[in-house]
């Protein structure tokens, strides 16, 4: 079930993403592991949390801006807003069961 949320979820990212995309996630689990399905499809991505260093965001920001990576899965983070205007696509993640809600 988990495998075939995270398919749909590529599926709709593929068809209404544009270049650079923010992936709001549950919790760490969730992020990392839809990071590593989009990668196994050829997706440039990272995950940034609350845990990570301002430095370590910002090159990832930057990173995203330059068109290095295609997307950002974020946890605790960009909770209360963020002005990135290279930004043109947002996924809002949420759990299904099978991917841990621990943070």
Do not use: W
Request: hydrophobic share 35%; aromatic share 10%; proline share 1%.
């Amino acid at each position: 079930m988990v495998e075939e949320r995270a398919n749909l979820v590529y599926k709709k990212y593929s068809y209404y993403k544009k270049k650079r995309s923010i992936a709001f996630c549950a919790s760490i689990k969730h992020a990392e592991y839809m990071n590593k399905f989009f990668k196994e499809k050829g997706v440039k991505t990272v995950v940034l949390t609350g845990n990570n260093t301002n430095e370590k965001r910002k090159k990832e920001i930057q990173n995203l801006k330059d068109g290095k990576i295609d997307t950002i899965f974020v946890v605790d983070i960009f909770n209360e807003g963020i002005d990135i205007p290279a930004i043109d696509t947002i996924l809002l993640g949420s759990l299904s069961t099978g991917v841990g809600g621990e943070k």
